[in-house]
């Protein structure tokens, strides 16, 4: 089993940064990928971006290519989303979550564990 724990989330002004971070825990020592997703209200859980375990290769949903990025540090066991240049469309519970596998995947069905969701608020 693997445990995830998110942080970061807050209220920010439109134009402004978050940094989330994802602590894991457990059974970490295999090579799988990992991801960001997120959900706002009365809407479907949606791909944010992903990493490989080696960080050499990144993917971003077209909605946040520009404006954040993806990394992971697997000595400390955590992985960090910085948000830059945010909109209010921004807003939404951030997800962070591991696969059991090494292939980066975008849908939430390919994701085995889960955190419990960190808050992102952005005001216009």
């Known amino acids: 089993q693997v445990q995830l724990v998110e942080s970061g989330g807050g209220l920010v002004q439109a134009g402004g940064s978050l940094r989330l971070s994802c602590a894991a825990s457990?059974?970490?020592?295999?090579?799988?990928?990992m991801g960001w997703f997120r959900q706002a209200p009365g809407k479907e859980r949606e791909f944010v971006a992903a990493?490989?375990?080696?960080?050499?290769?990144?993917n971003y949903a077209d909605f946040v290519k520009g404006r954040f990025a993806i990394s992971r540090d697997n000595a400390n066991n955590t992985m960090v989303l910085q948000m830059n240049n945010l909109k209010p469309e921004d807003t939404a519970v951030y997800y962070c979550?591991?696969?059991?596998?090494?292939?980066?995947?975008?849908?939430?069905?390919?994701?085995?564990?889960w955190g419990q969701g960190t808050q992102v608020t952005v005001s216009s």
């Open positions: 457990g059974r970490t020592g295999s090579v799988d990928a």
């Open positions: 979550a591991r696969r059991r596998g090494v292939q980066l995947r975008t849908g939430a069905e390919e994701y085995a564990y």
């Open positions: 990493i490989t375990y080696s960080g050499g290769t990144r």
